[in-house]
């Protein structure tokens, strides 16, 4: 006698999620759909596609610890960015040099071209909402320390360089500790949602962050800024400890960290599709994003808009950014994710290419606004399609490679863009950076076909 089943599947790693299937004789399992109501008017079924939709774009909020996450990231960013704008600015009020401006940026970068690939292997090793909250408290403590320097009045250049410098070590803990943690906050299925959703309130805090910083910065000074970022980070101290979460089986590796290390890479080599999105990361986060190291002083020299201006265009870079991770939350689904991919590699250097040249500050910001939307689309589809394709006992170290791309290798843009923009001036600089950025995305993707087949 035939006969169908029916079954109900719970996840496990969240809130309840039930859906009803059915067993046909075959074998195939199809899920049930509910009768459409012939009494609906035909122009309802695209207002509920709308709404289905819009549930979409913020399906991972509906895990209580990823909400928690959410808000206390919103908070702590916003004082990060703040901090950024005044930190550029201030460093270029006390050196009035583009180079300088390089040399910081190298400094808070280069710790993790040492300290990331071995964090990676930490971060496998232990639990990650623990290390992310030493990894707060060290950042916490760093911009007090340069809070207090800058309300004395005692700091200087150097004082800075060395304060970049240790971020830069807890940043190579707390990245790859991060993006290892989101799947444990919302499981596999809802993973790719978060990612974006993570990145669209890291730019709203970059939207608010800039904003209120270019403000504080005009009005009360720089040390304030720097106050406010240090405060800010026990909200997402707060949402940390707060967090109900259901307890990891620890996989421990007893080879060296070496050989631990080695097996990371290996396994990252050995496939197209990783090797590829993490060059891609390398080649844009080395040339393609270094222009924000001159910023302060293209703003100021080239535009006229002085300190606020900075502030606003910053934020104009994260409300395209906004943008572009809400693309991808909510849109992400349809289509092939590596062909959004490849477009985004394509149009971004176009547009650097034309905000080199431009001399209008009004033009400038929907250039900067389009900048955002690239930026923000390479770097949430890199990781999502990194993170849907690797197992979990590597996670924390494939994840330490693509932090890698763009805190270690960083600063190596960052100081070439600077010596560049003193010595041939920084529209040629910026737009040097936009040709090797362009060249090296088609080479990855001519080199690496399966890229745009990516879904």
């Not at 033009?363 to 770097?379: E, I, R, S």
């Amino acid at each position: 006698m035939k006969t169908w089943d029916k079954r109900t599947v719970v996840q496990s790693d969240g809130p309840e999620q039930a859906s009803a299937t059915k067993m046909p004789p075959d074998g195939a399992v199809t899920t049930l759909k509910p009768p459409l109501n012939p009494q609906l008017p035909l122009e309802v079924a695209p207002l509920r596609a709308r709404q289905v939709r819009r549930i979409k774009t913020f399906q991972a909020l509906q895990h209580r610890n990823f909400r928690l996450y959410i808000i206390g990231q919103l908070i702590s960013l916003a004082g990060t960015w703040m901090q950024i704008v005044a930190q550029g600015w201030l460093v270029y009020e006390l050196s009035g040099s583009e180079a300088m401006l390089g040399v910081v940026g190298f400094a808070s970068a280069i710790p993790a071209l040492i300290v990331t690939p071995w964090a990676g292997v930490i971060v496998d090793q232990v639990r990650k909402r623990d290390l992310i909250i030493l990894t707060q408290v060290g950042a916490m403590l760093l911009a007090l320390v340069l809070a207090f320097l800058t309300f004395t009045g005692l700091v200087q250049v150097w004082h800075i360089v060395v304060l970049a410098m240790l971020i830069g070590v807890v940043n190579a803990f707390d990245g790859p500790a991060r993006q290892a943690f989101v799947v444990e906050m919302v499981g596999a299925q809802d993973l790719p949602n978060a990612i974006a959703l993570n990145s669209m309130t890291f730019n709203a805090a970059r939207v608010v962050g800039p904003a209120v910083g270019g403000i504080l910065l005009a009005t009360v000074g720089a040390a304030w800024c720097f106050t406010i970022n240090g405060l800010s980070f026990i909200a997402v101290i707060a949402s940390l400890l707060a967090m109900q979460l259901t307890r990891v089986q620890l996989v421990h590796d007893h080879r060296s960290p070496w050989e631990q290390l080695k097996s990371g890479v290996h396994y990252v080599a050995k496939q197209p599709e990783l090797r590829g999105l993490i060059l891609l990361s390398l080649f844009f986060s080395t040339f393609g994003i270094s222009y924000n190291t001159v910023l302060p002083s293209f703003v100021d020299r080239i535009l006229n808009g002085g300190a606020a201006g900075f502030g606003l265009l910053t934020a104009a870079a994260g409300v395209g950014a906004v943008s572009g991770a809400f693309l991808v939350a909510t849109y992400g689904d349809r289509g092939r994710r590596g062909q959004w991919l490849f477009y985004a590699a394509m149009g971004f250097p176009v547009v650097l290419t034309l905000f080199a040249f431009n001399r209008s500050f009004a033009l400038a910001l929907p250039l900067t606004v389009l900048l955002g939307v690239g930026f923000m689309l390479q770097f949430t589809l890199i990781n999502t399609l990194l993170q849907t394709r690797v197992a979990n006992d590597m996670r924390g170290r494939v994840m330490s490679l693509y932090t890698l791309t763009f805190f270690g290798f960083t600063p190596f843009g960052n100081l070439a863009i600077g010596a560049l923009s003193e010595a041939i001036g920084m529209s040629v600089a910026i737009t040097l950076a936009a040709v090797l950025t362009l060249a090296s995305a088609i080479v990855i993707f001519r080199r690496t076909p399966e890229l745009k087949k990516m879904a």
